[in-house]
């Protein structure tokens, strides 16, 4: 083994000895090295980046069930309610935390929501295609815009802030333009009928999984059934297993593949991680295309879950999610952040958006409530960003 450029034998000759044998310790075998710095297991809990979203989460529950206990907040059917909430946001705040992290922003996701719905329901509706086929059609719409969106950014190296920040609104220019055009209103009714009908889009997209169970739970007295002998809650959203199944894959890719090992290098530092090699151009422009894909799958499930498509749907979806994301403990400089910290943000905007409901307090508030969640993740992420630095 080399120590400062020499090599020492690994054992005496001719009677010399390693000269590191002849150095005692400080204090004895078994002493610790007071250079080497050992972190409690406290410590490094809140080093880590989701530890904020889920003491928040804790808390928020903790809120709730003194708040609003009684009120049916947490029956099976109230769980369902704030956890399709959460889910939709969810699966915005896995693209765009991944994004963060890579040190970007995308303030078209709220537009690209309205957008993608008009391109799932005018070719359903008024040019009579497969609505599986206007859902790949969106996708593949959606998702090139996502690569022009990257590719704009890379190219004149100008502030992902800036660049799809116009895409937000020429987006949601054309979604008005295009719904007054062929609809001559601002709404496109009839897709969940069509969505229903069809197999394949009702299988992934719409209602409801697990029917069957909840039936049986139902007949166990587990699950409250109704007059027509159905079940309360007839299974769970396909919104949910679609956000259970994102971050389960956001989160192994940034923690045990190369490609999220990049995510971090490129967000971390972009001119370091292209000297050894990261494709950092290739990088951020496939996490735009994220980004894209998750707003598009928003708004095909909620479309297929809605029955129509609306010129306003996702309205400040972006900042939501960018939200989300933070109280999940993504950096906004990038670099450091958390899929499963992510969905825990968005947990947390289901809950108190849902649980106000159950309480008397003016739903008002509800905004209020996430300014000051937001303020109280940047400045944690703040003082853990500066803590991990020092150490």
């Not at 120590?3 to 044998?21: E, I, L, N, W, Y």
């Not at 769980?79 to 992290?101: P, R």
């Not at 815009?145 to 054309?174: D, E, K």
């Not at 799958?297 to 939501?320: N, P, T």
Request: charged residues 10%.
């Amino acid at each position: 083994m080399g120590v400062a450029g020499k090599h020492f034998p690994s054992h005496a000759t001719d009677g010399a000895q390693d000269p590191r044998a002849s150095q005692p310790s400080p204090a004895g075998p078994g002493a610790t090295d007071e250079r080497v710095r050992r972190e409690s297991w406290f410590g490094h809990l809140l080093g880590r980046p989701e530890f904020a979203a889920i003491s928040g989460t804790v808390l928020v529950f903790a809120v709730f069930a003194i708040g609003a206990g009684g009120s049916g907040m947490f029956d099976l059917d109230g769980v369902m309610n704030w956890s399709q909430v959460a889910a939709y946001l969810g699966i915005l705040s896995v693209g765009a935390c991944l994004l963060m992290i890579a040190g970007e922003f995308d303030l078209s996701i709220g537009s690209m929501i309205g957008f993608a719905g008009m391109m799932v329901a005018i070719p359903t509706m008024y040019f009579h295609w497969p609505i599986a086929l206007s859902i790949l059609f969106a996708f593949a719409g959606c998702t090139a815009l996502g690569a022009l969106n990257g590719y704009l950014v890379m190219r004149t190296r100008l502030p992902s802030f800036i660049v799809t920040l116009a895409f937000l609104f020429i987006l949601r220019g054309l979604t008005l333009a295009l719904s007054i055009m062929f609809a001559d209103r601002t709404i496109v009714s009839g897709v969940g009928d069509v969505a229903k009908a069809d197999y394949v889009t009702n299988l992934l997209f719409h209602g409801t999984a697990f029917k069957g169970l909840f039936v049986a739970l139902g007949h166990i007295g587990i699950v409250k059934m109704l007059d027509n002998g159905q079940p309360l809650v007839p299974g769970v959203p396909k919104v949910i297993l679609w956000w259970f199944a994102l971050v389960a894959i956001g989160a192994f890719t940034l923690a045990k593949t190369r490609y999220g090992n990049w995510i971090l290098a490129v967000g971390g530092d972009a001119n370091a991680a292209k000297n050894v090699g990261v494709p950092v151009k290739r990088v951020k422009i496939s996490l735009f295309m994220l980004t894209a894909f998750c707003s598009c799958l928003f708004a095909v499930l909620q479309v297929c879950d809605i029955g129509s498509a609306a010129a306003d749907r996702g309205l400040q979806k972006e900042f939501e999610a960018i939200i989300a994301a933070v109280i999940g403990g993504t950096l906004l400089t990038g670099g450091y952040g958390s899929v499963i910290g992510a969905a825990f943000g968005a947990l947390i905007f289901g809950v108190v958006q849902i649980g106000i409901t159950y309480t008397n307090i003016d739903s008002d508030w509800f905004r209020v409530f996430l300014g000051v969640m937001l303020l109280i993740a940047v400045l944690f992420n703040h003082y853990v960003r500066r803590r991990v630095a020092q150490s």
